[in-house]
């Protein structure tokens, strides 16, 4: 298996997680499977980053994203993390 080109981290800090974290990490997990791009995706959590008000926090090799609800988040797959993989 190649080794992952993109890393995605998930705040799972409390406010983070409460707000949409919680169920986005399951969100990011079945689309990497539905699109069988799981290998070449490492999906890590951290922990707050001080930014709770602008959260849900998602980043896509360190590119923030804010306010990721588990509505937006399949778009924000579609379009910040596919074409990163092609
Ligand atoms: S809990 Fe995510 S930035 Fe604070």
Same mark, same amino acid.
Request: charged share 25%; proline share 6%.
């Given at each position: 298996?190649?080794?992952? !080109? ?6 799972? $800090?409390?406010? *983070?997680?409460? %707000? ?7 969100? =990011? ?7 069988? !791009? ?6 890590? $959590?951290?922990? *707050?980053?001080? %930014? ?7 980043? =896509? ?26």
């Amino acid at each position: 298996m190649d080794a992952p !080109v993109v890393i995605i981290t998930v705040c799972m $800090g409390s406010s *983070c997680f409460s %707000r949409g974290n919680n169920v986005n990490t399951e969100t =990011i997990e079945r689309f990497l499977r539905e699109h069988a !791009v799981s290998g070449k995706v490492e999906l890590r $959590g951290c922990l *707050c980053g001080g %930014r709770c008000r602008e959260g849900p926090i998602v980043e =896509i090799d360190g590119e923030v994203f804010r306010g990721v609800t588990p509505g937006v988040l399949p778009d924000i797959l579609s379009h910040k993390l596919l074409p990163r993989l092609l």
